[in-house]
């Protein structure tokens, strides 16, 4: 069974910076995009940035110069580096991972982590 398991989220004032982390476990073959996603009360999810498998990144408009997102291949791990948040940056954030299992690519979520931004 594969798992995504956030870790990082946190309570931190305006302008503070956090580093989420996100680690791939189970039995697969291959991890492909990986991303994060933020879902804030009566909001609908939202993309905050993806990571190819080749290190090509994409970001949201309004997290582009703030956030970076990276990954570690060997250990299966996505990270999004988030400085100078802000209080619309509140909200739970999920990783997301195209992943193969035997012959099968699927997305998967992780569970979410809080990020709470306070002016």
């Known amino acids: 069974q594969v798992q995504l398991v956030e870790s990082g989220g946190d309570s931190v004032q305006a302008g503070g910076s956090l580093r989420l982390s996100c680690a791939a476990s189970g039995r697969f073959s291959s991890i492909y995009g990986m991303g994060w996603y933020r879902q804030a009360p009566g909001k609908q999810r939202e993309l905050v940035a993806t990571?190819?498998?080749?290190?090509?990144?994409n970001y949201a408009d309004n997290v582009k110069g703030r956030f970076t997102i990276s990954r570690d291949n060997a250990k299966n791990t996505t990270y999004l580096q988030m400085s100078n948040l802000k209080p619309e940056d509140t909200a739970l954030y999920y990783c997301?991972?195209?992943?193969?299992?035997?012959?099968?690519?699927?997305?998967?979520w992780g569970q979410g982590t809080q990020v709470t931004v306070s002016s």
């Open positions: 997301n991972a195209e992943i193969t299992v035997r012959r099968y690519r699927a997305d998967y």
């Open positions: 990571i190819t498998s080749g290190g090509i990144t």
